[in-house]
């Protein structure tokens, strides 16, 4: 009965994710181009809201659990498991004053209205997962942007989404790159549950009623581990240990 909901839902919940991409496209880029990256920057964060708002239609709840206390004059890396796309608005609102940028596949760099424009001029870093002497040089470059401007770097290490909720293993190279070039940041791991139970039966019609959680570790700083490995593995242990498929 759930699933046969889910149709009319779904479609309703398209239309409406579709819409709110479409409006924000020209606005953003009136905010980049006249107000520079401050007036960009709001308007994506407004997207992002209204994006939101948008799964409320399936009844999809969300919940940001932090007990850390995290000044925002210093640059992060956000540590994330990752099972679907719907993690990302919730993580840009909530992570909203840290100034998140993420770490995204090439292909999302063009074609898709409002968030590609969002990911080519509001700081991400785009790469080819296939073509090492693209990606690499690009996550250095996102480090340094990240030491530099004190943003958060948002990764997601597993690669690719968890489509059943079972955390995947860590890929470490990127994180090892943006250890070395943001060496004075901080770490903040972060689990992440029931994303994945949106999109349980494909991508239509919709998962509903999803809580979906996110769960904030202790943060980490980057310069008080001389193994950098033991910190990925720190931080791993935390991050999987927190996950209830």
Not at 19 to 30: E, G, N, S
Not at 87 to 103: E, Q, T
Not at 175 to 184: C, M, T, V
Not at 198 to 218: A, D, N, S
Request: charged share 20%; aromatic share 10%.
């Amino acid at each position: 009965m759930q699933k046969l909901l889910s149709y009319p839902l779904t479609f309703i919940y398209a239309l409406c994710f579709l819409i709110t991409l479409l409006i924000f496209h020209p606005i953003q880029w009136i905010g980049f181009n006249v107000f520079g990256y401050k007036g960009h920057k709001k308007c994506a964060d407004l997207m992002n809201i209204c994006l939101m708002r948008c799964l409320h239609i399936l009844g999809t709840r969300f919940t940001f659990n932090n007990v850390h206390h995290i000044e925002t004059n210093q640059p992060l890396i956000v540590v994330c498991n990752h099972q679907s796309m719907y993690d990302i608005s919730p993580l840009s609102v909530f992570l909203r004053k840290y100034h998140p940028k993420f770490i995204s596949k090439i292909e999302l760099g063009k074609g898709i209205p409002s968030v590609s424009y969002n990911l080519r001029h509001g700081g991400s870093a785009l790469i080819d997962r296939k073509n090492p002497r693209q990606s690499l040089p690009a996550i250095m470059k996102f480090g340094e942007y990240i030491e530099k401007n004190k943003r958060a770097a948002v990764i997601f290490p597993e690669g690719t989404r968890s489509k059943d909720g079972h955390p995947k293993p860590f890929q470490t190279k990127g994180l090892e790159i943006l250890f070395k070039k943001a060496p004075s940041a901080l770490v903040v791991p972060i689990s992440i549950n029931n994303s994945w139970k949106t999109v349980r039966y494909g991508k239509f019609p919709m998962g509903l009623g999803t809580h979906i959680t996110f769960t904030v570790h202790k943060p980490l700083k980057v310069s008080t581990f001389a193994n950098k490995q033991e910190l990925i593995n720190n931080i791993e242990t935390t991050i999987k240990k927190h996950i209830h498929p």
